[in-house]
């Protein structure tokens, strides 16, 4: 992963990341809060050699004493040091827990020993650092008298006497809201990356350009009243949703530039991707620009399209596949512009077989020559192939892919279907794409509320062309033949 990655990585997960880092935070000042304070106290021994004072006699001394100052240290943590303490201090402790509140060192090439003491009281810190260093001078100078009797040729001398201290040792509050700080910081940024990598579900253009760099039709901008009103004639005529399929109606012009294309499949991978709601309003999209077109319900398992546009279904597709009724009797018109939608029909128990039939490539031929665009609504690719099947038939092939619904292996597995059945793979449209984040794909400007409405500029051109016929409500066989449609083919409900 590159820096771009790990950016998107903190944009997606910021809420994680700075939950966690405040959890650490919470933490580290509940640490400091329950900690019970402590105090340490220290005091400071100088080691020097008895002798008369040559210079001979005061290097062999100073040798002498480095070299037996370690042995003092380590001496002071010993009952020989420590019980003399417990007993003039009255302690209620043993020597062994005394040790572990007790701390000796030195630092190299110096005869000085310092001696600290921690103690949840202030004043008992400081007296028992001062009994601990009374203790340890008079240890040393029992155990370097000479057995022949004499002085002992070490002296220890305080020179940094124990004092009560003024503020606490521990805990440091400071250093654990630091440290919470980063520790959370660390496991949310962890956390991020672990979930980026183990979670592979598309979420924006990005995770698709990981499994394929086929041309990127548009992103459909996520409105959460989609569900109610899915059409695009329902949603505001210059909020994102419409401005998304218009440049995917755009874009698809672009990628079908040569016009062999007449025929347009909308499928995913998955169910519930939003493939019929991008098919049927593709097409609404299409119409509205000023062209005739065929929306066409190929989904014979679970169909939409009829109830999106509240149109009857019994009647349609399989109908006309299985030759009980003629093809003009079935297309349906809808809306104002010249949509006609072939539902549909009643569900058959082999649609595999009908959506690869003769007959439907047919209908399909006759379909082309009749309409502008064809748009049809196939099932998704993955748990059916009559979408595959299908494909071989129609001019090209969209596929939809719903961000947070399907996972990049399933992405991968579509298309390679599309791949091995020799698909014309026009591109992909993103759907429920968030408006704002590092996955939105719209852009989107905003005009001022007492500013009218402005229609779409192709709509609206469009109607100046028509003939003043259709203003009036002419005929359906008028307009086909005005606009040089086979009008044999087609008549009006």
Not at 112 to 124: C, G, K, L, R
């Amino acid at each position: 992963m590159d820096l771009r990655d790990y950016l998107r990585i903190l944009r997606r997960s910021w809420i994680l990341i700075a939950a966690l880092t405040l959890l650490g935070l919470l933490i580290g000042g509940a640490a400091s809060v329950m900690t019970r304070p402590t105090y340490t106290s220290n005091t400071q021994l100088f080691v020097a050699i008895q002798s008369s004072g040559t210079v001979s006699e005061l290097q062999q001394g100073n040798t002498f004493s480095q070299s037996r100052v370690q042995s003092y240290v380590r001496t002071v943590s010993t009952p020989v040091v420590l019980q003399p303490v417990i007993e003039s201090l009255g302690l209620a402790e043993t020597a062994s827990a005394l040790a572990d509140r007790v701390s000796a060192s030195t630092d190299l090439n110096t005869v000085i020993i310092n001696i600290e003491v921690t103690d949840s009281s202030p004043v008992q810190a400081a007296a028992t650092a001062q009994a601990v260093a009374n203790s340890l001078i008079r240890a040393v100078d029992t155990l370097e008298k000479p057995r022949a009797g004499g002085t002992s040729p070490v002296s220890l001398s305080i020179i940094t006497p124990a004092a009560a201290p003024s503020a606490a040792s521990a805990p440091n509050t400071r250093l654990n809201l630091v440290v919470g700080l980063f520790i959370g910081f660390t496991l949310g940024l962890g956390a991020s990356v672990g979930r980026t990598i183990l979670d592979t579900r598309v979420r924006g253009e990005a995770d698709v350009r990981k499994v394929t760099l086929a041309p990127m039709l548009g992103g459909v901008a996520y409105d959460p009243e989609a569900a109610q009103q899915p059409l695009l004639t329902q949603a505001a005529p210059q909020s994102p949703r419409a401005e998304s399929f218009r440049q995917l109606r755009t874009n698809l012009q672009f990628a079908n530039i040569s016009g062999q294309a007449k025929s347009v499949l909308i499928t995913s991978s998955l169910p519930g991707e939003g493939k019929s709601t991008t098919a049927t309003n593709l097409a609404i999209a299409l119409a509205q620009a000023g062209q005739t077109v065929c929306l066409v319900d190929a989904d014979l398992r679970r169909p939409m399209v009829n109830e999106y546009l509240g149109l009857e279904r019994n009647a349609g597709l399989t109908t006309a596949l299985v030759g009980g009724t003629e093809l003009n009797d079935l297309l349906q018109p809808w809306g104002d512009d010249n949509l006609y939608v072939l539902t549909s029909g009643r569900i058959p128990p082999n649609p595999s077989e009908l959506l690869g039939s003769p007959e439907m490539k047919n209908l399909l031929e006759r379909l082309e020559t009749a309409f502008d665009s064809v748009v049809i609504d196939a099932p998704p690719l993955l748990p059916v192939t009559d979408a595959a099947v299908l494909s071989q038939h129609v001019g090209g092939v969209v596929l939809v892919v719903g961000a947070q619904k399907i996972k990049e292996q399933d992405l991968e597995k579509a298309l390679k279907a599309l791949d091995m059945v020799g698909a014309n793979l026009l591109g992909l449209v993103v759907n429920r794409l968030p408006l704002k984040g590092p996955d939105a794909y719209a852009y989107s400007y905003y005009r001022r509320d007492d500013e009218a409405d402005v229609p779409d500029p192709s709509v609206t051109e469009y109607t100046k062309t028509l003939p003043e016929t259709v203003h009036e409500g002419a005929e359906f066989d008028d307009l086909l033949q005005s606009s040089g449609r086979p009008a044999q083919l087609f008549r009006r409900r």
